[in-house]
C-alpha cells in the first residue's frame, strides 16, 4: 500500500461510467470501506496502454488522466486505490501519440508508422502484430501478406516462407499445394494439424518473437524466453514430439536438452 499521489490513467465508457459507478471530470472520489485489486475500490492503469487490456480500443470511450490520492494496491498491469481525481479529458490524438512510439497509427502499440492494427513495428499495415510492411494478415515478418505468419512476402496462405503461395507452410514461390509435412527432418507419423492443435503444438505456439511493444526478438532468445517459462512437464512434453532429435532441435532453437 502507498499514500503518496501516483498519477495514471482510466478509461470510461462514453457517459463516464466505469463497473455501474458515474465519474465527473476535475472531481475527486472516495471509495469507502474494503478495497482490493480486482474488486473494490477504483481502478487505473500507470501506463495508458495497459488500460485497452479491460476496454475495447475505442474511440467513442472516454480516457482520461487520473491521480490516485489515498491508498494505492498495484499489481502486474493495474493499480487500484480508495480515492481518485479525474485530472482531465484526454483527446483521442493524445491517446494514439501515448500508447504508439511510431507516427500516423490508428492502432495500439505500433512502434512503427501508419498502422490502422494494432503491436505492428513495420510500416503500413492494416492487420495486428506484423514486423514485415503492408500486410492485411497478422503476425508476418515479410511484406505485403493477406495471410498470417508469412515470413516471406506477398502470400496468401498461412506460415509460409517463400513467396506468392496460396497454400500454407510453403518455402517455395508460386505453389498451390501444400508440401509434405516433416518434424524433424523425417517424415512424419502424424499430421500438420494433429500437430498445431496437440498439447506440443500449443505450447511451441506460445513463441513471441516481439515484445509488449511490437520490438523483434532474436529467434532463439525467444525460444530461451519460452523455455525458461516452460514447467519440467511441459519441457517432457516438448521433447515427446515423434521423431525428436536434440541435436535439430539445439540448431533451431539454440537449447540443448
Known sequence: MENNIVKGFKVFNPDWTCRGFQYEVGKTFTHEGHMELCDEGFHFCEKLANCFNYYDFNIDNKVAEVEALGEVESGDDKSVTN??????????????EMVN??????????????????????????GDSNSGNRN????????????????????????????????????????????????????SPISRDEFRYSEVGYICRRLRVTDDEGNRIDYQQAWANLWESLSNHE????????NFDADVFEEITGIQV
Open 83 to 96: 480515492k481518485i481525481r479525474i485530472v482531465r479529458e484526454l483527446s483521442w490524438h493524445e491517446v494514439l
Open 101 to 126: 512510439l511510431g507516427r500516423g497509427n490508428t492502432g495500439l502499440g505500433n512502434s512503427g508508422y501508419y498502422n490502422s492494427g494494432n503491436r505492428n513495428s513495420g510500416y503500413y499495415n492494416s
Open 136 to 187: 492485411s494478415g497478422y503476425y508476418n515478418s515479410g511484406d505485403s501478406n493477406s495471410g498470417y505468419y508469412n515470413s516471406g512476402d506477398s502470400n496468401s496462405g498461412y506460415y509460409n516462407s517463400g513467396d506468392f503461395n496460396s497454400c500454407n507452410y510453403s518455402s517455395g514461390v508460386f505453389c498451390s499445394i501444400e508440401p509434405e509435412f516433416l518434424l524433424f527432418n523425417k517424415p
Open 235 to 242: 519441457k517432457i512434453i516438448v521433447q515427446s514430439i515423434p
